[in-house]
């Protein structure tokens, strides 16, 4: 006895075009790498805190009604933290929380606009370097192998005993050597890449150097250029950091993580332990999360790695 047939189903009608259409459309490098790092929770969170700190070093200082030099030496002195101040004050009377997000500038400006220079430095040299090769790459990289054997700390605070203490001289001191970094792995990136097809049939259309440069070879190393950007920002805001508890970068009444962590290292025996804690914490945040999110950014953008 044969089955009653059921209105509900309906034969499948079988075409040769439809079983060769593509149901999925194909996923480019950047859209996998996104979605890989979105999968990625720890850079995923290293990013937030980014933008977290970045947005609170805007507007925080706009929050509280005090001024970051504001002095209170009547009343105001080493006040633990409370509704009026949030992270206490300090031994002049200023208010921690507005000091805390002013130094937040100081060295994500610091940080971002070092590893700016070194991008755009270490790119052309290293790009140029690496697609002349020859003659021209063994000077230019003899010239880098040189400025690689100078003490980079030591090379620093010589130029900020030279030039002065200051916001600018900060910058210039820390890419004087920084971008050493970048130029290397610019120019490897470029060796491997120069031969390849596209590359060859870019030189045998008429492409000229700079296009070759800028058009053909620099945006296929991308990824790993953007890995390097990452992890500069927090070796230069360490740096930064670094060179101002040493009183070499930015002077009173200027505020950075590293003058507020040097001028608390006397009170904290006597109990003031907010003065420390608060620069201290949100300076390895900072570290912390460029970290993850560089090492995130890397694993994102890894070819070997696709699926």
């Known amino acids: 006895m044969e089955p009653a047939f059921n209105p509900r189903f309906q034969p499948a009608v079988r075409s040769r075009n439809a079983s060769e259409k593509i149901k999925r459309p194909p996923a480019g490098y950047w859209k996998d790498a996104w979605r890989r790092l979105r999968k990625n929770w ?59 997000w002013e130094g937040g500038r100081i060295s994500l400006t610091i940080g971002l606009l070092a590893a700016l220079i070194d991008l755009c430095i270490g790119v052309i040299y290293g790009g140029i370097a690496g697609y002349r090769g020859g003659r021209t790459d063994e000077i230019m990289m003899r010239m880098v192998d040189v ?118 290292l006397i009170t904290v025996l006597s109990g003031e332990w907010w003065r420390l804690f608060f620069p201290a914490l949100f300076l390895s945040l900072t570290m912390l999360a460029f970290n993850a999110f560089g090492d995130g950014l890397r694993d994102a953008l890894d070819p070997k790695m696709r699926k």
């Open 147 to 264: 400025l690689w054997g100078l003490p980079y700390l030591l090379t620093v605070i010589l130029l900020l005993v030279v030039m002065g203490p200051g916001l600018g001289t900060i910058i210039v001191a820390l890419t004087v050597t920084g971008w050493l970094h970048m130029a290397r792995l610019v120019r490897g990136q470029v060796l491997q890449l120069k031969e390849q097809e596209f590359v060859l049939a870019a030189v045998t259309l008429g492409a000229g150097t700079k296009r070759l440069l800028f058009k053909h070879l620099i945006p296929n190393a991308m990824g790993p250029i953007i890995i390097m950007l990452t992890l500069t920002v927090p070796q230069a805001i360490f740096a930064e950091a670094f060179l101002s508890f040493l009183g070499l970068g930015v002077q009173a009444p200027v505020a950075s993580w590293g003058t507020m962590i040097n001028d608390a």
């Open 42 to 100: 720890l850079a995923m969170t290293g990013l937030v805190l980014i933008l977290l700190i970045a947005l609170m070093s805007v507007i925080g200082p706009w929050i509280s009604p005090y001024d970051y030099s504001e002095q209170n030496l009547r009343t105001g002195k080493n006040l633990e933290p409370s509704a009026e101040h949030w992270f206490g004050t300090d031994d002049l009377g200023r208010d921690v929380f507005v000091r805390v």
